[in-house]
């Protein structure tokens, strides 16, 4: 019969006045669209625009990162360990102490006496060691939006402003300034995290050729910014992404609860609205909660989550998702990983472990190490940074939870101290609450002054 052997389609290939073999390279095409798309794509919510606002950081209408005009220079290779066979039974094993207390995140801890926020618990997930809440429903609430990222940190801040700000209140009014007051705000600094030397340094500033003299809170406020400026001015630096690295791959890293998770959600945003494709890898494989967050952030921005049980394999799936991200033709692999094991040197060796696996698919990769840290933990960070540098060759720093916290002066006794990239702070769990860091910003923030008068 004439039909016969006809290939299907064949009928509307000719009524359309195309050619079998056109029709079948634009299915083929819109079927690798649709696997470049995000996964359930209809019900993938869709990224709102950023509104025009008022630019308070220079970033503002900027892209959140910067395309490297030079490769990178690679952090070191950690040094190889044995092979860190992950203990199933260990991993299935809810620890709630790494060895060391020096890791453990404070969570939820309130300074200073004040409440904490209460942190609520995913419902879906109860034997989870600490269940987290899924990200907010809306990638963007519009009221955060309006708010304005000024704002945003400002209010974010309020604890650690407010309480240096009433200590410099109290000190400096209507008061001749001698050395004693000047002692008494130096230990007002430190007890705010900023570190001996910063505080020695503000000081100092302040002492200079104004003894016996009058000096109000408003310029005390003024030079203690302007010092903490220099201390931060070095190490403000945007995240740079090598656009010739496809994918470029940025590996997280950070102890439980500091807020990898999160934060991976909020930048993955931010790259899907700067034009970037993602996908992201569950590499957090100890804690199934963690799996499923990331997969409702991966659904909300568009990113495809490449994810194995609990308990699997993390370096083995970071493998593998590094392989599918470049078979994509991904530009972005953000790797998730686990901020808890069985103890601290297990920990160290599943990191060690997923990048010494990852670089037998890209010998340059992880092409950025950004360690999150949660400033709530204050003095505990800098242990943080000291171990995660030595191991996972951490290339940057993202602070989360300033707004939780009276402790942000962290931030700048880091920044004394090893003087490594500070690319994004969180001042709260919405999507719009992590932004690029800027010195100057964040140190008007930090001593309560007025918005960066050098914007307007
Ligand atoms: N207030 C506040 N909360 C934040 C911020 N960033 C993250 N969080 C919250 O901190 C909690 C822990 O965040 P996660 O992203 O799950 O932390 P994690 O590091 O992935 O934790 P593990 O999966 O256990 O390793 C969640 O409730 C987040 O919503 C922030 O900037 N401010």
Redesign the pocket.
Known sequence: MALQGRKPGWLLDKILGRSTEERLREEAAAEHAADMAPQAASEVEPIPEPPALSPASVYEGQPDFVPAAEPRPLPAAPPTVAEASPDRAAFEKPVDELEGATLQPV?GQPEGGGPA?P??RLATDPGSP?S??L?PTSPAAPAAEERGWWRRLTE?MRRTSSSIGESVTGLFTKRKLDRATLDDLEDVLIGADLGVETATRITEAIGAGRYDREISPGEVKAIMAAEIEKVLAPVAVPLAIDRTKRPFVLLMV?????????????LAQKFRRDGLSVVIAAG?T??A??IE?LKVWGERVGAPVIARGQGADAAGLAFDALTEARERGADMLMI?????LQNKAGLMAELEKIIRVIRKVDPDAPHASLL?L??TVGQNALSQVELFARTAGVTGLVM?????TARGGILVALAAKFGLPVHY?????GVE??EPFTARDFARAIAGLDENPTLH
Do not use: H, S
């Not at 998730?336 to 808890?340: E, I, N, P, Y």
């Not at 989360?400 to 939780?404: A, E, I, N, Q, R």
């Open positions: 969570e926020e942190i609520p600490r987290e809440p990200p974010g950070g102890v439980n609860g500091a807020g990898k998770t999160t934060t991976i959600g909020k957090d100890f804690r909660a963690a967050q998730d990983t686990a901020g808890r999150v949660d400033a989360t939870k300033l707004d939780g702070i969180g001042v709260g769990e609450d992590l």
